[in-house]
């Protein structure tokens, strides 16, 4: 595709519910990053993927929030029984990985969240 | 480990007027250093990146920034601001050859332009 998409763009749900998002990167990109971005926390590194795997999970706030990615493409952030403070703009980002490129993240638009 | 700061949470300047967006990072091994913009509603869209070639780096919409090591400094400046530029400005880190290549960010700028 053109670009990184993100489905749904706009989330609501109820405190308690779980949610998935879903990010498609641009075709070949072999990295994949999540972030969150909140008010009071600024812009936040989630998860990296690399492939299928996930050498970096470090950003993961609590057990509630897991992700995975198939087939080397499509990646899945999930959040179980969501609270008010995961109400954000979740982003996702591909990069290619390969020289000159790198270390260049596209992003996409981004889901906002709601929890009420 | 390595962080950003970007001092000034909001900036105004006037249409035409210079436009400097500060960002100092700190890092214990050579860092590779981004500008993103953000527009109401959007996703980030990079305007420039240094990774350790020419210090004077330019971007895109006329933007450019310099790697100053001396001064762990990567501002961002435009010569004559647009309507058009008013948006969110991030400045962001990462290690050099970072196998994971996370992206450590400032808190963000807002850039105002009245007309």
């Known amino acids: 595709g053109a670009g990184v998409s993100q489905s749904p763009s706009n989330k609501v749900t109820e405190k308690g519910k779980d949610v998935e998002l879903r990010c498609d990167p641009i075709?070949?990109?072999?990295?994949l990053y999540w972030y969150r971005q909140s008010l009071g926390q600024g812009l936040e590194f989630l998860i990296y993927?690399?492939?299928?795997?996930?050498?970096?999970k470090s950003g993961l706030p609590s057990d509630r929030f897991s992700a995975e990615r198939t087939g080397g493409s499509v990646s899945t952030l999930t959040i179980q029984r969501t609270q008010q403070e995961d109400s954000a703009v979740y982003l996702c980002?591909?990069?290619?990985?390969?020289?000159?490129?790198?270390?260049?993240?596209?992003f996409g638009p981004g889901t906002r969240l709601t929890v009420l | 480990a390595q962080s950003v700061t970007q001092l000034g949470s909001h900036v105004s300047v006037s249409e035409g007027a210079l436009v400097l967006l500060r960002c100092n990072y700190s890092?214990?091994?050579?860092?590779?250093l981004f500008w993103y913009v953000q527009y109401p509603n959007q996703g980030l869209q990079l305007l420039l990146k240094?990774?350790?070639?020419?210090?004077l780096v330019k971007g895109i919409n006329g933007f450019e920034a310099e790697f100053k090591k001396s001064e762990t400094s990567f501002h961002l400046t435009k010569p004559s601001a647009h309507m058009s530029d008013a948006a969110e400005y991030f400045c962001?880190?990462?290690?050099?050859?970072?196998?994971?290549?996370?992206?450590?960010f400032g808190q963000g700028t807002e850039l105002s332009v009245k007309p």
């Open positions: 890092s214990s091994v050579p860092p590779y």
């Open positions: 993927f690399q492939g299928n795997s996930a050498p970096d």
């Open positions: 240094y990774t350790s070639a020419a210090t």
């Open positions: 075709s070949g990109h072999t990295a």
């Open positions: 962001a880190v990462t290690l050099a050859g970072n196998q994971g290549g996370k992206l450590i």
């Open positions: 980002a591909s990069s290619s990985r390969t020289s000159g490129e790198r270390d260049t993240q596209y």
